[in-house]
């Protein structure tokens, strides 16, 4: 899996906007736009149940056939709602079909507005503009009037998302997916447990897989063979992870102690020399931001030495193993991060530098709040 380990930010460029085309509607479309006119809000609600229900017809059309939910957070979520309404689930059950119903409606309802983030209701919104776009040049009346009801329906804050259709398509589709997904994942592990319990293995679980990152791979390597996407999906759900153990590391969330006090405030003093002044009276500003990140990666240049870094790395290796054996979060990460300290370029590391600052932060909050605890007395 090749991975840049440090990325330097790139100029963006703004996409045009796009330019809106006069349209010819169909007359029946114009039929339909001003009958529902005629209308007003009493047409609306007259209809609003059917058009609910009958939406979930739009999640195969072009503009929605695509469109899914997070399968990892759709999944816990809907974990930890059944978990609530599993009593009342079952109370329901054993009064008829109607009665649970009800309730797993109500459950259903609480699922998708937390997963209806305003982001996926933005989308949502606009990729039913677009239906609505092509569907008012056609002769697809019934679909036409559906979307010229449902996009000012969703947008009311009364309704929920959970009694729509079209939601509850994409939401049982991607639900569908998760599974799946699950299914697969679970085939590899499996495969992993059956080799290592050959070798003698008893107690395996994750953290008991991982010590053994050449049978993970001899096997991954059959699997992922046969199962490209399963692959693809493996390695995002790795750099989904490493980015937020550097990300956690990088703020000083998670404690990494690898580099000495004196290393640590070699930045500083360059910027200091620099600007011939204390550090600490320099007023914040993007320019300070940028001299003090170019001091940080001058200073690991200078303090990674070949026997520096090699002391370093046999202290990444020694922690990780001890995370692992006692099941610490950022265990795995950790290990992962192993494979990607060699070569030369210390200060283009994304986890090295990570280190360094999430020290940094550390020492800085350390001496603040010694200093507060100083004045008290």
Known sequence: ??????????????????????????????????RMANGGADYLKQNLIRIMVDSAKLAKEAEFKDLYLDGEKAAQVTERWLKKYGKRLEAAEKKGPDDYHEVADEMRIEIVAEL?????RKEVDQRLQTLMDRLMTGKDTKKLEMVMMLIPALRMKS???????????????????????YEEEQGVFDAVVEVLKAEGEEKIDIFTILKHPDKLEQVGKKIFEAQPGLRQRAEKQIWDMVEAFEDSLGHGDVELSLFSEEELMLPFQRVQAEFGEPFTQAQPSEEMRERIFDAVRQAITE??????????????EKTATNWLRTRQKWGAALQFELGYLEGDQYEENKFILAVFIGQIYRLGKEHKSATIKKRKR
């Open 159 to 181: 309704i929920p998302w959970g009694l729509c259709g079209l939601i509850l398509e994409i939401y049982n589709r991607t639900m569908q997916q998760a599974m799946q997904e």
């Open 116 to 120: 209806a983030t305003p982001a996926f």
């Open 1 to 34: 899996m090749s991975r840049r380990r440090h990325q330097k930010s790139q100029t963006k460029t703004t996409a045009p906007a796009p330019q809106k085309q006069s349209r010819e509607y169909s007359p029946a479309a114009q039929a339909i736009a001003q």
């Open 303 to 316: 303090i990674m030495t070949p026997e520096r870094f090699r002391r370093f790395r046999e202290e990444v």
